[in-house]
């Protein structure tokens, strides 16, 4: 490989790394592929030569974004509930959408985005439930039963992390966030 396929394939990456990060904190909505690509330091131009489409970005971005949720969750230390919850409904974890669990960050975009990005979202949403049935400490007696409280209890920690991120009220926020901490505890 070359100097310049070396180069454009670092570039290709930087792109994808940046919107991954962008698209968390601005929504896929919220960034445009000039701004982008000039906070990646290239040419609006030069986007074609990294992506066939916008779509193309997108589902790339989004993979991952989930991608890298899923290796920070492996890494972290939060090997229980108790722990993931406490984790997962953190002032710290509302506070940095750009690097935190893409799942709640692009929750509200994905029934729009392109079809490869909503199946990319869907499979990290079922690699997640299956995580948070693994930790749940539960006297369920079947798989689905399992399955169901693992819903209940994700889609309510989602759900609490998108209201605490999106009202103006900090005292507010907190409240959300401790409130479903204790409920779910």
Known sequence: MGHSQTQKQHNHERIVQLAAQRFRELGIDGLSI???????????????????????????????????????????????????????LSKRHRDKPGQGCAIGALANDMSRAPEDARTLYTAQLCSSLDHVAELLDTSATTAEANQTEAIVAFSTMVGALVLARAVNDPALSEQILSTVRDHLL
């Open 34 to 88: 000039a701004n982008l690509m000039k906070e990646a330091g290239l040419t609006h131009g030069g986007f074609y030569k990294h992506f066939e489409s916008r779509d193309d970005l997108v589902a790339q971005a989004v993979g991952a974004a989930l991608a890298g949720s899923e290796s920070t969750r492996r890494a972290s230390k939060a090997d229980t509930f108790s722990a993931f919850v406490e984790s997962y």
